[in-house]
């Protein structure tokens, strides 16, 4: 392989970024402009002519997709294996330090890596414990607060011992809950990022070591870091010049999840000697999208200024509907998507991003419904559904017994006849004693506390997880394992006794998670020889909203703008785009959140190659309450002539299929978007209506039954 195949398909600034001698640099450079490219080529240039072995190298991504697409992309370009690179996101690289060096990091080897819900269920337990007033103190801002500490890489004991009341009490369950998780071997998505740092910031020697080892240090989205992931980086690369960043500040999308733009600003501090570049030209997008993104995105201060400009040409406006309802919404965008497909696209290179998750069910029940292949990221996540999480809790139970959180989750799913009465002793005996549950639970067997029948059902549960645990020891292969699971604990039985469709399905999910155990792929990182029920759960718990987006099937694909961030389509959908929901209620008088807003919209439109539709709904029903929302301001922030409405009229009376005359509407007795109600199939809105008199027909989408034509001289319906 010669150098030609590294530098050839880049332009200059790229080519400067990637053959650089090694020292600190950071690329800065707006959406689409090659910064991912130049990161990867940057890692082959180091392996290729710099002669530094994959294993010295370290990659941070934003997602373990990333992390896969980027270690096959330097594959590719130097044809050989590069297994050995540490490439992956910070939380999993943190959980990969944190388990080689458990003893250092004063963790139990048994440690568990818990999800939010599971962090939160914890919380709610200890408030209750200590006899916290939960309305003044809600879980989820108690959650937020103790994360949020993390993130900046406070412990309860960093913190000022006064204040107020308010303030002492969320010491007090910040205090209480580190040392229930350090008692149960539980360690949240903060607490990996911050023990990962003190890891290296307390041993010398690891620090040394790791400094050694990882000789160039490469991250992406470097705007998304939080406080402690920069420091950890630093710590790092301190002394040696060898941090590669590259990242946008107009995409700067996780300030409220501790995200720290002025990483960037500090970058510049920390390393003065640091090569910074820019690139200016965009390979993604049409003129038009870039122009959109432009103009929109000046809207924002304080930012570090750039301008994007392309070699492409204009290609087509970008198309802007105005729906009467998200029902409305979802039919236009799907009419929309057949007819691509009709004329020869690919599902996969169409996107509908919206701005929050419950979003999606319109779109997913339309695609249903015209039987229209998708794929949802994130969203209800597979390993975050109910029964699979109760399956993986007597799994995590089982591999460490310490696992409050999951012991709490299981003891009673199925019921086996362990009374609230029996638990309540049990949670305050292992407070009082500062023992795992499970401990708890053997100290009142041991010392016969309870009656007989509530003891014979504790042993019962006991034995039960243990010989899941000594099960899973012999078995071979893990789904076998997680078959015993499932069928062990009673878990298809009960979801077997579940009404009708609910129980099935969830007895297929669970069929699903041994399939998922069955084809899970071990090869892909692990270097550090666990054991391969530790492997997938740790899969679980980290990569939950990933799993469904990795199939390559032709599938149109459904995710948050969040979740968009560093990828491209040729076609994209933004909807919702209404003031309220985008930017959100919690942004509108708030204008720093107005801004990372803004950036998120930037983000959805610089993810369009070709052509990126925008729609909003005149009414909306979302979390069961109805709205009427105006257009949001980014529209107007976008220039007009970019811009082509798509008439209401013009658009349903060409739908695919059936082609209703215009006029029949003002003959009709039904508005579009009005509400109706059938006797049978309940209530819908009405879509478009043909024909007159004793022939005319609507389309109604009904919320259950689905999309139907009517003829009305037959159908009872009934405005309201
Ligand atoms: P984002 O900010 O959205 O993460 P990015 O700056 O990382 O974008 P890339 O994803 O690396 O941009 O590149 C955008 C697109 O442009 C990709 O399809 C990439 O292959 C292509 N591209 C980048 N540089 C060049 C180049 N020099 N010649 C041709 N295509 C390029
Ligand atoms: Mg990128």
């Keep these: ?48 002519i710099n002669h530094i072995a994959p294993h010295n190298i370290l990659a941070v991504t934003f997602t373990n997709k990333a992390a896969h697409e980027m270690r096959q992309r330097v594959e590719e370009l130097l044809q050989m294996s590069a297994r050995s690179m540490w490439i992956g996101t910070f939380h999993g690289l943190a959980h990969r330090l944190l388990r080689q060096h458990c003893k250092e990091a004063r963790l139990p080897e048994t440690f568990q890596v818990m999800d939010s819900d599971d962090q939160l269920r914890i919380i709610k337990r200890l408030l209750k414990n200590l006899q916290i007033d939960d309305t003044k103190w809600p879980p989820k801002m108690v959650q937020g607060f103790i994360n949020g500490q993390k993130e900046e890489g406070i412990r309860a004991r960093h913190m000022p011992g006064h204040g107020d009341f308010f303030y002492q009490q969320l010491l007090l369950v910040y205090k209480a809950y580190e040392e229930l998780c350090d008692r149960s071997g539980l360690v949240d998505f903060a607490e990996l990022l911050l023990r990962a740092h003190e890891l290296l910031r307390d041993n010398p020697e690891l620090l040394s070591f790791y400094k050694q080892r990882f000789q160039q240090v490469h991250v992406d989205e470097f705007q998304d870091t939080n406080t402690i992931q920069y420091a950890w980086l630093r710590l790092l690369t301190e002394g040696n010049n060898n941090l590669f960043v590259v990242g946008d500040d107009d995409q700067s999308i996780y300030g409220w999840r501790g995200a720290k733009i002025e990483n960037i600003y500090q970058f510049r501090d920390h390393y003065p000697d640091h090569l910074m570049i820019r690139l200016e030209q965009n390979y993604r997008s049409t003129g038009t999208i870039l122009k959109a993104a432009n103009a929109l995105i000046a809207h924002n201060d304080s930012r570090l200024g750039k301008e994007l400009w392309t070699h492409a040409g204009e290609g087509q406006a970008i198309a802007l509907y105005a729906a009467f309802n998200e029902q409305d919404e979802a039919y236009f965008v799907v009419e929309k998507i057949r007819q691509w497909v009709r004329e020869g696209g690919s599902r996969r290179d169409i996107a509908i991003l919206y701005r929050s998750n419950a979003q999606s069910r319109q779109f997913e029940e339309r695609l249903m419904t015209t039987a229209t292949p998708y794929r949802v990221y994130g969203g209800l996540r597979f390993f975050e559904r109910m029964e699979i999480k109760n399956a993986l809790a007597y799994l995590r139970l089982s591999a460490n017994p310490l696992d409050d959180a999951s012991f ?8 086996r006849g362990i009374g609230t009465k029996t638990l309540d002793d049990m949670r305050i005996l292992a407070r009082d004693r500062s023992l795992s549950l499970w401990q708890a639970a053997e100290w009142m067997l041991h010392e016969a506390l309870l009656p007989a029948r509530a003891a014979t059902a504790l042993n019962n549960f006991l034995s039960l997880i243990k010989n899941i645990g000594i099960q899973n020891a012999q078995h071979e292969a893990l789904y076998e394992s997680v078959q015993h699971v499932i069928e062990a604990s009673g878990l298809i039985e009960l979801y077997k006794k579940e009404k009708q469709d609910k129980g099935e399905t969830r007895v297929e999910n669970l069929e699903e998670l041994v399939n998922a155990a069955r084809l899970f792929d071990f090869d892909t990182d692990n270097p550090d020889n666990l054991s391969d029920i530790d492997l997938f759960l740790t899969h679980a718990a980290l990569e939950a909203g990933e799993m469904q987006g990795d199939a390559d099937d032709d599938c149109v694909q459904l995710m948050t703008l969040h979740a968009a961030k560093g990828l491209e389509f040729k076609q994209v959908f933004m909807v919702g785009v209404e003031e309220g929901l985008f930017p959100s209620q919690q942004a509108l008088d708030d204008p720093g959140r107005l801004q990372e807003e803004r950036r998120l919209c930037y983000v959805g439109i610089t993810r369009a190659m070709q052509q990126l ?11 069961g309450k109805d709205s009427y929302p105006r257009p949001s301001r980014f529209l107007k922030e976008i220039p007009t002539e970019l811009l082509e409405e798509i008439r209401l009229r013009a658009q349903v009376s060409r739908p695919a299929s059936i082609a209703p005359t215009t006029q029949s509407y003002s003959q009709s007795r039904f508005r579009i ?21 004793e022939q005319e027909r609507v389309q109604i989408n009904f919320r259950q039954a689905g999309i139907k034509w009517l003829m009305l001289a037959f159908a009872k319906l009934e405005t309201l």
Excluded: C
């Design 1 to 48: 392989m010669d150098v030609s195949t590294l530098i050839n398909p880049l332009n200059d600034a790229q080519r400067l970024a990637v053959s650089a001698p090694s020292q600190a640099m950071l690329v800065l450079a707006g959406a689409g402009s090659g910064k991912t490219r130049v990161l990867v080529h940057r890692i082959a240039w180091h392996i290729q």
């Design 408 to 415: 709490e989750r299981v003891v009673n799913t199925p019921t």
């Design 613 to 623: 539709t925008i729609s909003y709904a005149e009414s909306r029903r979302l979390y």
């Design 673 to 693: 978007g009005q509400m109706v109600r059938h006797e049978k199939f309940g209530e819908g809105v009405v879509l478009q209506s043909e024909g007159d008199g």
